[in-house]
């Protein structure tokens, strides 16, 4: 048990009111606002600033869009004109239904890391 005795008594007061409190490391605190700031510090000094990454994505689509079409039309020219008749027509089919796969595949396609 603890005796009992006056409030009064140093042996009953906090040792903030006692002992001054806990000043904590006042003399190494800033005083003022100085350039080695801890902004500073938090990014370091080897940071470096760069511009952004572009963004290619669009001009990429653009290209193989224009790809697709220059392809079709290679081949109107040479399975219609060219080859002619049912034949022409089924392999224009057959390369546009390719050429649809591919581009679209391409078009669609995400970047790495991309949701």
């Known amino acids: 048990m603890m005796p009992q ?6 042996g009953n007061e ?3 009111s006692m002992y001054g409190g806990y000043e904590g490391e006042q003399e190494y605190a800033p005083q003022h606002e100085s350039p080695y700031s ?6 370091g000094p080897g940071v470096k600033v760069s511009s952004p990454i572009r963004d290619n994505t669009n001009m990429f ?3 193989v ?4 079409m220059v392809t079709l039309l290679a ?9 002619g008749g049912t034949g022409g ?3 224009f089919c057959a390369a546009s239904l390719a050429i649809l796969t591919i581009a679209s595949t391409f078009i669609s396609a995400k970047k790495e ?3």
Request: proline share 3%.
């Open 61 to 63: 689509r653009l290209l």
């Open 14 to 16: 906090q040792a903030g």
């Open 5 to 10: 005795g006056n409030a009064s008594e140093p």
């Open 113 to 115: 890391g991309e949701k």
């Open 38 to 43: 801890a902004q500073f510090f938090r990014e």
């Open 65 to 68: 869009f224009i790809i697709a």
């Open 89 to 91: 027509w089924i392999s």
């Open 75 to 83: 081949f109107v020219i040479v399975c219609l004109v060219v080859v």
